[in-house]
């Protein structure tokens, strides 16, 4: 945006008087569009217009100078001058609730926000005739396009190629802070909602109604074996909300996985072992975060104290093989399109609930009913106790639903039941919009967490056969 000529006028913001700076376009402490500030008046300055005077003769001074008008008077009033001209003196008039301008100047609302209401700080004509009021024509907003008196170009309004519009006004330019030059709205962030469909697999995250941020991430992507076959790859991470940067350690986590994969599968890796290796891999680029913050130092002994850290889960499709990796708490759901077979969770959570079932200690009721349950005992960081990533490879013998998702979801739909109840009867065929329900579904429920979920839809004719296991 084109600087306005407004620094002298404006040495602080007219909405949180905070000191401003030469050049700022908008206010530092409160985000107050600057640019949206015209200058004062010059020709046409507001005035105060009063009732005439009870008892006065009946014919006064019209604004033309003519006999027979209405008397004005007041502080605003006109007041003759030698040659019988009439000269009239600013009275600036503002709303009962906005603070004064400098120089008189209207304020403005906040950037985003935005009234469907017409300006009451000029008082509407008297609907009753002959009450002696004065009618004043309906304010005008000011041109978004011209400022202190300086218009833009029509060309500079034209967005170049490629340019980010505004989400509000659906006019502006987005400058490179996320904010709109037009109407100062703030932009949301890239990774509050994200979507990706590529061939056979969709993935969906978003950021959920009560976090400031999305620390979710995914990786989806296909690839060929050596025989030339394909596989499919789906990878999710959730960064650990009480770690250090945790939305670049679950983005850098998923990156990571996905890359690994890409690059030992086509070689000819058998896709357990391919897993084995993205999650370290992921690992290792995590623990990279740590050694990159500035703040950590070796001489520190608790320099790996809140690291950045995540969890992952991931699956592979390849060769009629499901493979499935994780660490944490995110799961892998098998959904048959035949919904008369009992789906299956193919995951196990690395958890203290998980922890408690698997030693005997408490039922699984129990076990998640307390409100230890979801402290994680596995994650990828520089400050996880020891890596143990876990494998599992099946063979299906019918076609399915490979749902792979964080608890931003499964919180919602915690059993496999759960889980195949909410998924759409065609996300087999629409894998994307599968997805997109699923995490209306989290949404609807309440969107306490970060929600992403993949869907990787599993194609084998029905062979009669039962399905091969294996761990590691």
Known sequence: ????????????????????????????????????????????????????????????????????????????????????SVEWSAAPVTGRSDPPAPGGAPVHAPAGVRFDRPNTSVPSPDPVPGSGDFELAAPVAPDPRTSAGVAFPEAALTPPDGTKLCVACRAGHVDPDGYCENCGHAQPRERDHMEQELGSVAAVSDRGLRHHRNEDSFAVSTTALPDGSPAVVAIVCDGVSSASRPDEASAAAAIAANESLLESLPRGAHPQQAMHEAIVAAAESVNSLARDDGRAREHDPHHHQ?????????????GGLLVVGWVGDSRVYWVPDDRTTPPARLTEDDSWAAQMVATGLMNEAEAYADERA????????????????????????????????????????????EMAAVVPPDAHERPLHGAQVLVGHALDGGGHDNVTVALLPFAVPPQGAGSAYSTA
């Open 374 to 417: 979801h402290a994680i005992t596995g994650w990828l960081g520089a400050d996880a106790y020891e890596l143990e990533p876990h494998t599992a490879s099946f063979k299906p013998d019918r076609p399915g639903l490979v749902v792979v998702c964080t608890d931003g979801l499964w919180n919602y739909a915690e059993s496999a039941a």
């Open 306 to 318: 809140n690291a950045p850290a995540c969890t992952l889960v991931g699956a592979v499709m390849a």
């Open 1 to 84: 945006m084109s600087q306005m000529h407004q620094e002298t006028a404006l040495s602080r913001c007219p909405n949180c008087e905070e000191p401003l700076e030469s050049g700022d376009l908008f206010c530092g402490a409160c985000g107050y569009d600057l640019s949206v500030v015209p200058a004062p008046p010059e020709d046409h300055p507001t005035i105060a217009m009063a009732a005439p005077v009870e008892g006065g003769p009946p014919g006064g001074t019209a604004l033309d100078g003519s006999p027979g008008g209405t008397t004005a008077s007041g502080p605003g009033a006109p007041t003759a001058a030698a040659s019988g």
